[in-house]
């Protein structure tokens, strides 16, 4: 019996991870390599920041925000004030994270998408959170760029780029 449990062991575990989609609502979406992110028009960073919340396509402040309702903060290396221009920005990498704000009441989820620029601009990372009641699910890249709204679009990569 010992043994028949160990052997199963292994295919019940693998039975528990979620099959990649390629649909940008499904929350087991990955972005694909070679996607980016278009800044659709002008941002401006105010003085002394270096950062730029947009939520429910609108500009906004850390304490303005609902941290119930996904938001994404905009990360620069230099400090405003300044304009960033309309460019498109390569997705280098992305990670997911969560965790306790309060426990056993509040939850966080967040995912950070590290961008890279081919001009030069200064951008660091994108990082989209929320705050939700137990039990709850992370939220899809549909609903980052429905946060977004019209300041930046993804455009992902579906195709294979190791094939000719």
């Not at 043994?3 to 099959?19: K, Y």
């Not at 996904?70 to 230099?78: E, G, P, T, Y």
């Not at 939220?139 to 190791?162: C, K, M, R, V, W």
Request: glycine letters at 6%; proline letters at 7%; one cysteine or more.
């Amino acid at each position: 019996m010992r043994l028949a449990t160990f052997l199963l062991l292994p295919i019940l575990l693998s039975a528990c991870q979620s099959i990649p989609s390629d649909n940008p609502k499904s929350l087991s979406f990955r972005v694909p390599p070679g996607s980016t992110l278009s800044l659709n028009k002008n941002l401006d960073i105010a003085e002394g920041n270096t950062h730029v919340m947009i939520q429910s396509g609108k500009l906004t402040t850390e304490k303005q925000r609902n941290n119930y309702v996904v938001a994404c903060r905009i990360n620069f290396r230099d400090f405003g004030p300044r304009t960033i221009e309309p460019e498109i920005f390569n997705i280098l990498r992305t990670e997911d994270d969560e965790g306790w704000v309060s426990r056993p009441n509040i939850y966080f989820y967040s995912t950070e998408i590290y961008l890279g620029s081919e001009k030069g601009t200064d951008i660091i990372k994108i990082t989209c959170s929320t705050w939700a009641m137990p039990p709850s699910v992370n939220f899809s890249y549909a609903e980052i760029e429905q946060a977004l709204g019209g300041y930046f679009t993804f455009s992902f990569n579906f195709t294979d780029p190791t094939k000719p």
